[in-house]
T-cell receptor, first 114, second 111 residues
Framework: KAGVTQTPRYLIKTRGQQVTLSCSPI?????VSWYQQTPGQGLQFLFE???????NKGNFPGRFSGRQFSNSRSEMNVSTLELGDSALYLC?????????????FGEGSRLTVL | DQQVKQNSPSLSVQEGRISILNCDYT??????FLWYKKYPAEGPTFLIS?????DKNEDGRFTVFLNKSAKHLSLHIVPSQPGDSAVYFC??????????FGKGTRLSVIA
C-alpha cells in the first residue's frame, strides 16, 4: 500500500513569508504527526492530529499551526518565516492516536528560508 | 530538557564487526522504546522496538537491550554491513504520548 506522501519535497522562501506543507497518510491511518529535523537537534515534535483534532502539541511558537481534514490528510503552516525555520519537516502517520508505537514517515519537505 | 540522549554523534565500524549504538533517557514514565534508521533524502524507517517489561528484543541482525535501572538502551547490529550506514534515532514514549527522539547517531560501516 502507498506510503506517506509529502508535498512539496523542496521549497525556498524568504523571511517573513508563510508556507504550507501537505501530508497524505497511509490509507486507513487516522493519526498524523509532524516533526522538525534540524542538524544537531534531531527530530522535534510539532503536533499530532487524530480524527481532525489536535491531540498533542510540541514546544513551538504559535507561528506553527496545522490542521487535519476528514480524509485524514494534514497540512502544516508556518507564518512569518525566520531563518531558523530552515529544516526538514517530516510527517508521520499511525493507525492509533498518540502514536503509541510505530510511526510511518514520509520523505519530508525540505524548507530553506533565505 | 533532553529526555532522550544519544551522546555519540557518529560511529565507524568495520564490515562484519559489531555496531553498538547507545541511548540514555531521563523520563522514567517511558515504557516503550523504538529505533529508527534514516538514509539521506528519505524519511526515518522503523527498525526495532522494545517494551519496558522486556530487557531484550531480537530481530535478525538487530538486537535492542534495555536496562531500566540505568535508563539505558543499546542497539546491537551483528554483523554490520555497508548498507547499515545511516543515521539511527532512538525514541521513547509512554502510553499515548508523542515519541521523543534523540539527536541521532551516524553509523558508517567501512568495507
Amino acid at each position: 500500500k502507498a506510503g506517506v506522501t509529502q508535498t512539496p519535497r523542496y521549497l525556498i522562501k524568504t523571511r517573513g513569508q508563510q508556507v504550507t506543507l501537505s501530508c497524505s497518510p497511509i490509507s486507513g491511518h487516522r493519526s498524523v504527526s509532524w516533526y522538525q529535523q534540524t542538524p544537531g537537534q534531531g527530530l522535534q515534535f510539532l503536533f499530532e492530529y487524530f480524527s481532525e483534532t489536535q491531540r498533542n502539541k510540541g514546544n513551538f511558537p504559535g507561528r506553527f499551526s496545522g490542521r487535519q481534514f476528514s480524509n485524514s490528510r494534514s497540512e502544516m503552516n508556518v507564518s512569518t518565516l525566520e531563518l531558523g525555520d530552515s529544516a526538514l519537516y517530516l510527517c508521520a502517520s499511525s493507525s492509533r492516536q498518540g502514536q503509541g508505537g510505530e510511526l510511518f514517515f514520509g520523505e519530508g519537505s525540505r524548507l530553506t528560508v533565505l | 530538557d533532553q529526555q532522550v540522549k544519544q551522546n555519540s554523534p557518529s560511529l565507524s565500524v568495520q564490515e562484519g564487526r559489531i555496531s553498538i549504538l547507545n541511548c540514555d533517557y531521563t523520563n522514567s514514565m517511558f515504557d516503550y522504546f523504538l529505533w529508527y534508521k534514516k538514509y539521506p533524502a528519505e524519511g526515518p524507517t522503523f527498525l526495532i522496538s522494545i517494551s519496558s517489561i522486556k530487557d531484550k528484543n531480537e530481530d535478525g541482525r538487530f538486537t535492542v537491550f534495555l536496562n531500566k535501572s540505568a535508563k539505558h538502551l543499546s542497539l546491537h547490529i551483528v554483523p554490520s554491513q555497508p548498507g547499515d550506514s545511516a543515521v539511527y534515532f532512538c525514541a521513547g514514549t509512554s502510553g499515548n504520548t508523542p515519541l521523543v527522539f534523540g539527536k541521532g547517531t551516524r553509523l558508517s560501516v567501512i568495507a
